[in-house]
């Protein structure tokens, strides 16, 4: 039976750990120990992370957003309503919260947090960081979105986005297409900067995920005694790591060369965006070892309890790319390509034995295309660090080249990011 939620998030359960987080039970296992040696072996630092780092992660997923909650409570669901609580929201993002007309206190508090720059911010690695994020092209996405398939298996991951609906099926695609939305807002020069479209979008998916936090805890199988939270700060964080460690380090095998510094750049521009959205654990990793350690953890104290929410989430993913019907053949014909561009991605960056566990396309010979390209990547890499000049026109052709790949899937329609924001007690 699944363990009830508490009727409010304000205080976080004190020493309180999710039945499914396994790391004590699975860390002492020999496969687990022979990675853990031979990454010893390779890279000269122990990847298992010391007690305290695991004690809180494991904590954070009963950790939300306190204040972002307490302004949905005053302001959204209480006398003032949905529809004038996102006008104050979007005067305040547009024009700063001091010209919103009798300011509600949480919105002073939301607004106090979200534009005084955190202690530890270097505005200048976060550029670095997003520089490099951009650097990775359309192929991040892809690669983000494949990984976080494999965690498709996790019921705090899986259960939030199969309850609220939006990332399966037909609404696969559109939802896809948001978050990619959401990556190149953030990563784009300046679009961090205040009142610059990755902040504001960035205030508005935190908004969002208080909604969806609050409906899906009023669910009653949600099960808050196993999975903590829905969109904890525990599982949040992990998908922030999905923009930096992990890509920066995969992406090697397309020929990327990110160095260990590089990485460390794009980890400070998602924790800064992890600030923005809400998501400020003071564990959050601050070099390449430290994630690397938390990467372990998440690893190792996996469930695999999803079942067939995970299952359909996980096989939504690629049918949303297939082409439609009646689509001019111009169109049609980008369409079929990406579309095999997207299978060979997922075969060859899913684990074999994930990918044949579900109804998939067939691999062959698409999954032969990141290999293909590899050299091809890499020579250009080459050149891009070696010959002045080519870095800043690398940047500019990987923008353009973003922004042509989401709008060849999406048209015209901007990302809306307020599926729930009308939800109301």
């Known amino acids: 039976m699944a363990g009830k939620a508490p009727a409010t998030l304000e205080v976080a359960a004190a020493g309180k750990v999710p039945s499914e987080f396994r790391y004590w039970e699975r860390v002492g296992d020999p496969g687990v120990q022979r990675v853990r040696r031979l990454w010893r072996g390779l890279f000269r630092f122990d990847p298992q992370p010391d007690e305290e780092l695991v004690r809180a992660f494991a904590g954070a997923y009963y950790q939300a957003d306190p204040v972002a909650e307490a302004f949905v409570d005053e302001v959204y669901l209480g006398e003032i309503g949905p529809k004038a609580g996102r006008a104050m929201l979007d005067q305040a993002l547009a024009h700063g919260v001091h010209s919103v007309v009798d300011a509600p206190p949480s919105l002073k508090r939301l607004f106090e947090e979200f534009e005084t720059p955190p202690e530890w911010l270097d505005t200048e690695l976060v550029a670095q960081g997003a520089k490099v994020f951009r650097r990775w092209g359309t192929s991040v996405f892809s690669f983000a979105t494949t990984s976080t398939l494999e965690m498709y298996s996790e019921s705090s991951i899986a259960k939030p986005l199969s309850y609220a609906g939006g990332y399966a099926g037909d609404k696969a695609h559109k939802r896809q297409l948001e978050t990619v939305r959401f990556w190149i807002d953030v990563s784009e020069p300046g679009g961090l900067d205040p009142g610059a479209r990755g902040r504001q979008t960035a205030m508005r998916v935190r908004i969002m995920h208080v909604f969806i936090r609050r409906k899906l805890m009023q669910r009653p199988e949600w099960d808050y005694d196993a999975w903590g939270v829905p969109i904890s700060v525990g599982d949040a964080t992990l998908t922030l790591m999905g923009g930096s460690v992990v890509p920066g380090l995969a992406l090697w095998s397309l020929g990327h060369q990110t160095t260990v510094s590089e990485i460390e750049a794009t980890l400070h521009f998602w924790r800064y965006v992890g600030h923005l959205l809400g998501v400020q654990p003071a564990w959050y990793p601050r070099d390449f070892r430290e994630s690397v350690q938390l990467m372990f953890a998440a690893f190792v104290k996996r469930a695999r309890t999803a079942g067939a929410d995970g299952e359909e989430l ?108 009308e939800f109301r007690r």
């Open 314 to 421: 996980v096989e939504s993913y690629l049918p949303a790319f297939a082409p439609k019907p009646d689509t001019p053949w111009a169109k049609r014909i980008r369409d079929e390509f990406n579309y095999r561009v997207q299978i060979g991605y997922t075969a060859f960056w899913l684990p074999p034995a994930t990918y044949a566990r579900h109804r998939m396309p067939d691999r062959f010979p698409w999954v032969l295309h990141p290999l293909l390209q590899a050299p091809m990547v890499f020579g250009a890499e080459t050149l891009r660090r070696t010959v002045p000049g080519l870095d800043a026109v690398a940047d500019r052709v990987q923008r353009y080249r973003r922004e042509r790949w989401y709008r060849n899937e999406v048209g015209d329609r901007d990302a809306e990011f307020t599926p729930v924001e």
